[in-house]
Each structure stands twice: as structure tokens, then as C-alpha cells.
């Protein structure tokens, strides 16, 4: 048997496994205490939430302002440390593995964007990840990583993430990541 084979069974064991990965991110249907337990469904997909923008008379661009990234290059490096914990920790990356995991890089972003008014949230997902003794160490040390990296590495980049949507590639185990984002003032910077 191949290699990609022998991922894909093991992909196909891990969704239909209860109780999943040792891993308790991975995102699981039913997922156990944690982070991940207390994350937002981060539905609407981006064209949803591009037509309601501009359906309450919303300017919405498809593209970055010239000279500014890709908000979703941008992400995927500020979240590299957190996909860089998933994948030494996880046997078999999957989907629902990447997008829980993502999902506290996303809120870890725009708790530090809003300020002190979001502090609250990160002192919720700092006692969420200390809850849980098997990864509580591995995961407080990475949510402070997040944290520092917005405020020094990201500090300049003021958009506030709307949501995202996480697609595996052809290759197992490589993933593409779409974000939808705005900011305040998001009408009069790209008039």
C-alpha cells in the first residue's frame, strides 16, 4: 500500500473513530473540555458575508488595498506556531483538526485587536486551555506565543477577521485557508 493510501485510511479510521486523536483539538464532533469546546461556529462562508456587507451599503473589496498583503497570507504565518503544535501533536492532520485549531488564532487575533475591551476574552480561552492536564502547559505557553505575536510581529495590521474556511489540497495533509476580514473605517479607506 502507497503512502497517500495509507494516509487516506488513517484519515477515514480518525473521522469514524469515537473519541478520536489523543489530541484534544482535533476537532472532534463531539469535542471534550477545552478551547476548542468553547469556540464560535465561524460560518458564514466569505461570499455570504461579502453580500450581507454590501447589502447594508458596505464598500467590499475582493482584493487587498495596493501594498497591503493578503489577509489570508497574513494569518496563516501568525498562526504558523499554533499549526506547527497540530502537527507534532496530531498523527493525521485533518480538516476539522486545522480549522479548531485555527479557530483559537482567530480569536486570540481580534481579542488583542479590540484592545483592553478584549482581554475578557483572552483571560476566557487562557483558563479554557489550563483546564485540560494533558495539553493545558503546551497550550498556555502557545496562546501567550499568539498574543505576543500580535502585539509585536502584527501590531500594525489593524483588520479585524470575520471568518475563515480551511480546504485540504490535493496533497494530504496541506491545507489552503481563505479569510474574509474588515476593519473601522473600512468605508473610507478604500474610497
Avoid: C
Amino acid at each position: 500500500m502507497g503512502r497517500k493510501a495509507a494516509i487516506k485510511r488513517q484519515r477515514r479510521q480518525a473521522r469514524s473513530a469515537p473519541g478520536r486523536a489523543a489530541w484534544p483539538i482535533s476537532g472532534s464532533a463531539t469535542p471534550r473540555a477545552g478551547a476548542a469546546a468553547r469556540m464560535p461556529d465561524l460560518e458564514p462562508s466569505t461570499a455570504e458575508l461579502a453580500r450581507a456587507l454590501e447589502a447594508d451599503g458596505h464598500v467590499v473589496r475582493r482584493t487587498p488595498p495596493p501594498g497591503m498583503r493578503k489577509m489570508s497570507d497574513v494569518f496563516t504565518e501568525f498562526a504558523a506556531p499554533a499549526i506547527a503544535v497540530l502537527h507534532e501533536n496530531e498523527p493525521v492532520v485533518t480538516v476539522d483538526a486545522m480549522e479548531a485549531m485555527l479557530k483559537l488564532a482567530f480569536m486570540i487575533w481580534n481579542a488583542v485587536e479590540m484592545g483592553p475591551g478584549g482581554e475578557p476574552i483572552l483571560d476566557e480561552v487562557r483558563d479554557a486551555v489550563r483546564t485540560d492536564a494533558h495539553i493545558g502547559e503546551v497550550m498556555s505557553e502557545l496562546v501567550e506565543t499568539l498574543i505576543e505575536r500580535k502585539r509585536t510581529e502584527f501590531a500594525d495590521d489593524h483588520r479585524l477577521l470575520a471568518s475563515f474556511q480551511v480546504t485540504e489540497k490535493a496533497e494530504p495533509g496541506d491545507f489552503n485557508i481563505a479569510v474574509a476580514y474588515g476593519w473601522v473605517g473600512w468605508d473610507e479607506a478604500v474610497r
